[in-house]
């Protein structure tokens, strides 16, 4: 599976994007597919996952409620709407998918998209 993310960009505290991310090739059916992010000088950290068919959500504890990760099967693209934005979200994201039924932890996904940038500015 190939991965393009794309929507990134500059974006004030309490602003929003929302990130997409275009899926090519084979995808896995209910296996996931996750956003990630790191910022400078820190580990990357999941951000949150679905599963291909859309069902079973997760999101680190430190969303609050604030993003959304969807999937468009039609599309095969899955998307990351991101409210209520802090600087602290400051960071490159990333798609990335896996073979796993059960993952979270960014280094069981094997396949990893380009990432994109979001700048949230005070």
């Known amino acids: 599976v190939q991965l393009q993310a794309s929507g990134g960009g500059l974006v004030q505290a309490g602003g929003s994007l929302r990130l997409s991310c275009a899926a090519s090739?084979?995808?896995?059916?209910?296996?996931?597919i996750g956003w990630f992010r790191q910022a400078p000088g820190k580990e990357r950290e999941t951000v949150a996952t679905?599963?291909?068919?859309?069902?079973?959500?997760y999101y680190s504890d430190f969303v609050e409620g604030r993003f959304t990760i969807s999937v468009d099967n039609a599309k095969n693209t899955v998307y990351l709407q991101l409210n209520s934005l802090k600087p602290e979200d400051t960071a490159v994201y990333y798609c990335?998918?896996?073979?796993?039924?059960?993952?979270?932890?960014?280094?069981?996904?094997?396949?990893w998209g380009q990432g994109t940038l979001v700048t949230v500015s005070s």
């Open positions: 990335a998918a896996t073979t796993f039924y059960f993952a979270s932890d960014p280094k069981k996904f094997a396949y």
């Open positions: 090739g084979r995808t896995f059916g209910n296996n996931l």
């Open positions: 679905i599963r291909w068919s859309g069902g079973s959500t």
